[in-house]
């Protein structure tokens, strides 16, 4: 089992950044797929990106590639989502997300964190 705490989230205008982390209990952390998806005001839940246990292998969403890039270390536990040139319409409530099984497509996710808000400004 792993409990998953994200933190990074806050208020920024377009065109900014923001990285977020997600800090993992657990000692099998580096055998997860681990994934950040997100949710807007009213809208469904959204997968955004995802990274192999290595690090070696990374999945996005087409609305974020480019601007988005996921990253893990497992030495501290942690996996990132740096995301640059920030639009309004990446406003939402960030989730990271573990799993075990070496599919980055597959979005069944086991393990969840508590959310964290970002807010981008027009």
């Known amino acids: 089992q792993v409990a998953l705490v994200e933190s990074g989230g806050g208020l920024v205008q377009a065109g900014g950044s923001l990285r977020l982390s997600c800090a993992a209990s657990g000692r099998t952390f580096s055998s997860y797929t681990m994934g950040w998806f997100r949710q807007a005001s009213g809208k469904e839940r959204e997968f955004v990106a995802a990274?192999?246990?290595?690090?070696?292998?990374?999945y996005y969403v087409d609305s974020v590639k480019g601007r988005f890039t996921i990253a893990r270390d497992n030495a501290k536990n942690t996996v990132y989502l740096q995301m640059n040139s920030l639009k309004p319409e990446d406003t939402a409530v960030y989730y990271c997300?573990?799993?075990?099984?070496?599919?980055?497509?597959?979005?069944?996710?086991?393990?969840w964190g508590q959310g964290t808000q970002v807010t981008v400004s027009s």
């Open positions: 997300a573990a799993k075990s099984g070496a599919s980055l497509i597959n979005t069944e996710y086991r393990y």
């Open positions: 990274i192999s246990w290595s690090g070696g292998r990374t």
